[in-house]
């Protein structure tokens, strides 16, 4: 499985709870999953617009937010701004919101 484990705000964003100013999604895969970009392993920061991208062109891909209860991802559209955000459930806040943020000088 694949899994979003922190978030890159846009600068002067950081403590916004909008999904469509989070730049970058770290991502990383546990032993059993094999996905690649480039011939290199999906792990690392990747821009929202790129997980979007890949999500809406391969409905194999799946990605959870590493935290309970491991919400998908799923693509997301307003306007021409391309997202992503987590499968609604009963926390009141987007699963993909309450991630560590990491700060701009990572």
């Not at 978030?7 to 950081?14: D, E, T």
């Not at 459930?89 to 560590?100: C, E, I, Q």
């Amino acid at each position: 499985m694949i899994y979003a484990t922190e978030i890159l705000m846009r600068a002067g964003h950081q403590n916004d709870d909008d999904l469509k100013v989070i730049d970058s999604i770290y991502l990383k895969q546990d032993s059993a999953t094999n996905w690649t970009i480039a011939q290199q392993p999906l792990i690392g920061w990747y821009k929202k617009e790129d997980i979007h991208r890949w999500l809406v062109n391969s409905n194999q891909l799946k990605i959870k937010v590493y935290i309970d209860p491991y919400p998908l991802l799923e693509p997301a559209t307003d306007g021409h701004t391309q997202y992503v955000k987590s499968q609604t459930d009963n926390t009141g806040k987007d699963n993909l919101l309450r991630l560590p943020r990491a700060n701009h000088g990572r």
